[in-house]
C-alpha cells in the first residue's frame, strides 16, 4: 500500500512538472526531475512486473484461444493423410489390375467387392458389377494376385462369386513343373487342396500350381498358389498337396471378371 502511495506521487508530480509554464527555468525542471528520480525508480520497480504479467496473461488468452483452432486443424490433417494413403492403395491394385487387363484380358470388367460370405458353409462376395455391365454366370474372377473364383449369381448390377476356397468349388489345376494335372477344391478351414496327384508323382512345398483350362471356366496359366504339404493316402493311388492360395481373400477389394471361355 505504502508503494502505491509513493507511485501516485510520482505521477502527480510528473504531471505537475509537465504543465509547468514555460517561464520556469530549465534548470529548475530539471532539479525537480533529479528531486523525484529515487521514486520513479520505485515506480519503475513496482509496474515493470505487472507489465510483463499483463503480456502473459494476454498471451495465454491468445493460446486458449488458437490451440482449438490447431486441435481441429491436427484431426482435420491426420483425416487427410488416412484419405490419401487409402486411395494409393487402391490406385496400386487398380493398376496391376488393368495393367492385367491389357496385357491379358482387354475384355474384363473391374469390378470392386460389396458384400461378403465367409461363413463355415458358404465363401462367396459380392461385386458391384451385373449383367448390364456384361458379367455372365460361370465367368472366372481374378484379383492382382491371383485365381479368386467364378460368377454363380447375376443381378443387372451385381453379382455372386463363388470363391475357389470354397468346399464346392473345383478347379483344374496343373503343377506348373511337372505339368500334373489335378483338381483344386476348397477345404473346410477356408483353404485349398489339390486332389488326385499320382501317388508316385514327387511333388515338393513351393512349387506352383497354375489353372489348366480344363472346364471352360478358368483360362490356361492363371495363379491359384504354391504348395504347403502333400498329404499320401495310405493305401489309394493318389495323394493330394495343400495349398496357400495367392489371392487374398481376406483382403479383397478389386477383382477382375474375365470374359467366359468360349
Same mark, same amino acid.
Given at each position: 500500500?505504502?508503494?502505491?502511495?509513493?507511485?501516485?506521487?510520482?505521477?502527480?508530480?510528473?504531471?505537475?512538472?509537465?504543465?509547468?509554464?514555460?517561464?520556469?527555468?530549465?534548470?529548475?525542471?530539471?532539479?525537480?526531475?533529479?528531486?523525484?528520480?529515487?521514486?520513479?525508480?520505485?515506480?519503475? !520497480?513496482?509496474?515493470?512486473?505487472?507489465?510483463?504479467?499483463?503480456?502473459?496473461?494476454?498471451?495465454?488468452?491468445?493460446?486458449?484461444?488458437?490451440?482449438?483452432?490447431?486441435?481441429? +486443424?491436427?484431426?482435420?490433417?491426420?483425416? /487427410?493423410?488416412?484419405?490419401?494413403?487409402?486411395?494409393?492403395?487402391?490406385?496400386? /491394385?487398380?493398376?496391376?489390375?488393368?495393367?492385367?487387363?491389357?496385357? !491379358?484380358?482387354?475384355?474384363?470388367?473391374?469390378?470392386?467387392?460389396?458384400?461378403?460370405?465367409?461363413?463355415?458353409?458358404?465363401?462367396?462376395?459380392?461385386?458391384?458389377?451385373?449383367?448390364?455391365?456384361?458379367?455372365?454366370?460361370?465367368?472366372?474372377?481374378?484379383?492382382?494376385?491371383?485365381?479368386?473364383?467364378?460368377?454363380?449369381?447375376?443381378?443387372?448390377?451385381?453379382?455372386?462369386?463363388?470363391?475357389?476356397?470354397?468346399?464346392?468349388?473345383?478347379?483344374?489345376?496343373?503343377?506348373?513343373?511337372?505339368?500334373?494335372?489335378?483338381?483344386?477344391?476348397?477345404?473346410?478351414?477356408?483353404?485349398?487342396?489339390?486332389?488326385?496327384?499320382?501317388?508316385?508323382?514327387?511333388?515338393?512345398?513351393?512349387?506352383?500350381?497354375?489353372?489348366?483350362?480344363?472346364?471352360?471356366?478358368?483360362?490356361?496359366?492363371?495363379?491359384?498358389?504354391?504348395?504347403?504339404?502333400?498329404?499320401?493316402?495310405?493305401?489309394?493311388?493318389?495323394?493330394?498337396?495343400?495349398?496357400?492360395?495367392?489371392? +487374398?481373400?481376406?483382403?479383397?477389394?478389386?477383382?477382375?471378371?474375365?470374359?467366359?471361355?468360349?
Amino acid at each position: 500500500m505504502r508503494r502505491i502511495v509513493i507511485v501516485a506521487v510520482v505521477g502527480l508530480s510528473l504531471i505537475a512538472l509537465l504543465s509547468l509554464s514555460t517561464s520556469v527555468s530549465s534548470s529548475l525542471k530539471i532539479s525537480i526531475v533529479e528531486l523525484l528520480s529515487p521514486l520513479q525508480s520505485i515506480a519503475h !520497480e513496482v509496474f515493470s512486473p505487472l507489465g510483463s504479467l499483463v503480456k502473459n496473461i494476454g498471451r495465454i488468452i491468445q493460446a486458449a484461444r488458437t490451440n482449438p483452432l490447431l486441435e481441429d +486443424r491436427a484431426d482435420s490433417l491426420g483425416r /487427410e493423410v488416412v484419405r490419401l494413403r487409402e486411395v494409393g492403395e487402391e490406385n496400386r /491394385e487398380l493398376r496391376s489390375l488393368l495393367e492385367y487387363e491389357r496385357e !491379358e484380358f482387354p475384355s474384363g470388367i473391374v469390378a470392386r467387392v460389396i458384400g461378403r460370405d465367409l461363413s463355415h458353409w458358404n465363401q462367396s462376395i459380392l461385386i458391384n458389377k451385373g449383367g448390364a455391365d456384361g458379367v455372365v454366370k460361370e465367368a472366372a474372377v481374378i484379383s492382382a494376385q491371383g485365381v479368386v473364383g467364378k460368377i454363380i449369381e447375376v443381378a443387372p448390377h451385381l453379382s455372386r462369386v463363388l470363391l475357389i476356397i470354397d468346399r464346392t468349388s473345383g478347379v483344374g489345376g496343373i503343377i506348373q513343373g511337372s505339368r500334373q494335372t489335378g483338381i483344386v477344391e476348397g477345404t473346410a478351414d477356408g483353404g485349398c487342396v489339390m486332389k488326385y496327384l499320382p501317388r508316385r508323382l514327387p511333388v515338393f512345398s513351393g512349387e506352383v500350381v497354375i489353372t489348366s483350362g480344363l472346364g471352360q471356366v478358368y483360362p490356361p496359366g492363371l495363379l491359384i498358389g504354391t504348395v504347403s504339404q502333400v498329404y499320401e493316402e495310405e493305401f489309394g493311388l493318389f495323394k493330394s498337396a495343400q495349398l496357400n492360395p495367392a489371392a +487374398r481373400f481376406d483382403r479383397l477389394e478389386l477383382v477382375m471378371v474375365l470374359k467366359k471361355v468360349p
